[in-house]
């Protein structure tokens, strides 16, 4: 690896951050969090439930890790791996935003179920009916226990009295405990029935457990295609619109092996004005955020050329490790709603190919801000009932950006398809004058990159990440505070 891609990967791991922003968690039942799901109905994914819920198809999360033991994700994590060196296919050790994961893989495959709804439902398997007068109060108070560690100690307040008297009621009035097919509960993802890969790192360098943030992110995308991805989430950017020459063998694997991959484009109040990497890199398919009203979000969404589509940013909701639910902001909300819907245009069309879906969804969505491609925009906000049942127009592929070429053009000289998850000793990196922003990278000759990452625009850009982490757990911590009071 060459000086430019220590310095480059350096800042670019300093300045890759989370793309969210975790709130306060309003004392609030279930279905009241499904209830917040406003773009459930707006977008048309009830709609395009009629036609299919994901089924068949994988989506790979590559964030902080994924707490499979939430309820709404029970049976969605089929597999995982952690790559910053320091987890076991869960959250890295020691990460400050370990909830952001498990946000992030609710909005595109939540199964819609809350740990009361969970835990009662789980007890079919329980012949509570059988269980003597001290075994039914030993039972009762280890299921109050188990409230307790989801809620806390005041755990009555979120739950519904009604219901848990209705059910400590079985014991005299038995009636067969199931879950519904589709329980009006707890928040559900945009593609219910697909399931969900979990990649974590670690966004921190030097890591003290392995690669850096440009190595871990080239093996993160490389893993999710070898192990089934259809559709990669990125909620994760930069403040730079270059990328590490080391990625374009990682992405060039997910397109060469038609798998697509949605990232976020940022968020500005992360100090991230223009559209960073990855979503920058063609062919990735990049997400905007606007709040209810569709008017782009003037804390949670960069803006550049390369945005493809809007989808809500704010207000989200989203789960948290340990079975509840939290509100919280950000494009790393708006990408993990299109992934979902890319799963369910593609469920829908099998016979489709990953830039066919991504030009389904753009070609049938909602118009807004310029004709045309708008900055802020893209194609417009996502319409998931036209995108999966609607008539979209034929799909151009000469039209259509793809790596391949600009790795051709660019770096000047084609780089060869390849299942490898090597990257090459020699990497070098597309680079710019200091601090002077561009749409896109210009010709670079290969391993002949410039040092413009100086330690000055390095430890600011560590700031920035240390920042943007930092707010994320004290809006948790402060959360967390306003629950117990």
């Given at each position: 690896m060459t000086a430019g891609s220590r310095a480059l990967g350096a800042g670019l791991a300093a300045g890759l951050g989370l793309s969210g922003a975790i709130l306060a968690a309003p004392a609030a039942h279930a279905d009241e969090w499904r209830d917040q799901q406003y773009w459930l109905e707006d977008y048309g994914i009830t709609e395009a439930w009629e036609t299919t819920r994901g089924e068949g198809k994988t989506i790979a999360v590559i964030d902080t890790g994924v707490d499979s033991s939430h309820p709404t994700l029970s049976g969605a994590v089929v597999g995982g791996t952690d790559v910053s060196g320091a987890g076991d296919g869960g959250?890295?050790?020691?990460?400050?935003?370990?909830?952001?994961?498990?946000?992030?893989?609710?909005?595109?495959?939540?199964?819609?179920?809350?740990?009361e709804a969970s835990a009662v439902a789980g007890l079919v398997d329980e012949d509570i009916q059988e269980l003597d007068d001290d075994e039914w109060e030993d039972w009762w108070e280890d299921f109050e226990t188990s409230l307790e560690d989801i809620y806390g100690e005041d755990w009555q307040d979120?739950?519904?009295?009604?219901?848990?008297?209705?059910?400590?009621?079985?014991?005299?009035?038995?009636?067969?405990?199931?879950?519904?097919d589709d329980p009006d509960d707890g928040v559900v993802g945009v593609a219910p029935e697909a399931s969900l890969l979990s990649v974590s790192l670690l966004l921190q360098d030097p890591n003290p457990y392995g690669g850096g943030?440009?190595?871990?992110?080239?093996?993160?995308?490389?893993?999710?295609?070898?192990?089934?991805?259809?559709?990669?989430?990125?909620?994760?950017?930069s403040g730079f619109q270059e990328w590490p020459e080391a990625w374009d063998e990682a992405f060039l694997h997910a397109e060469n092996n038609d798998v697509l991959v949605v990232a976020a484009s940022g968020n500005r109040a992360s100090g991230h004005l223009s559209v960073g990497a990855p979503a920058t890199i063609p062919g990735v398919l990049a997400v905007a955020g606007v709040d209810q009203a569709r008017s782009i979000s003037a804390d949670s969404s960069s803006q550049g050329i390369a945005i493809g589509i809007a989808a809500a940013s704010e207000p989200l909701v989203g789960a948290?490790?340990?079975?509840?639910?939290?509100?919280?902001?950000?494009?790393?909300?708006?990408?993990?709603?299109?992934?979902?819907?890319?799963?369910?245009?593609?469920?829908?069309?099998?016979?489709?190919?990953?830039q066919?879906?991504?030009?389904?969804?753009?070609?049938?969505a909602d118009s807004e801000g310029a004709d045309g491609v708008d900055s802020e925009y893209g194609h417009g906000v996502l319409d998931v009932a036209e995108a999966v049942a609607g008539d979209a127009p034929a799909f151009d592929a000469s039209q259509s950006s793809t790596?391949?070429?600009?790795?051709?053009?660019?770096?000047?000289?084609?780089?060869?398809?390849?299942?490898?998850?090597?990257?090459?000793?020699?990497?070098?990196?597309?680079?710019?004058p200091e601090g002077e922003p561009r749409a896109m990278p210009e010709a670079a000759q290969p391993g002949t990159a410039q040092d413009w990452a100086g330690p000055a625009a390095v430890g600011a850009a560590a700031l920035l990440v240390v920042a943007v982490l930092s707010m994320a757990a004290i809006h948790l911590h402060r959360a967390r505070r306003r629950d117990r009071s």
């Open positions: 959250a890295p050790v020691d990460q400050v935003a370990t909830e952001h994961g498990t946000l992030v893989a609710s909005l595109a495959v939540g199964r819609g179920t809350s740990a979120d739950v519904d009295a009604e219901a848990l008297a209705e059910f400590e009621q079985t014991r005299t009035a038995p009636r067969e405990l199931t879950q519904d943030t440009e190595e871990q992110i080239a093996e993160a995308v490389i893993w999710a295609v070898d192990n089934g991805a259809d559709i990669i989430n990125m909620s994760l950017g948290m490790p340990g079975g509840g639910y939290i509100q919280w902001n950000g494009t790393s909300g708006a990408s993990p709603i299109v992934a979902g819907a890319a799963a369910l245009v593609w469920a829908a069309h099998p016979e489709l190919s990953a066919e879906v991504k030009h389904r969804m753009l070609s049938t790596l391949a070429e600009w790795v051709r053009v660019h770096r000047r000289g084609e780089v060869e398809e390849t299942d490898t998850n090597e990257i090459p000793e020699d990497a070098g990196v597309v680079a710019g």
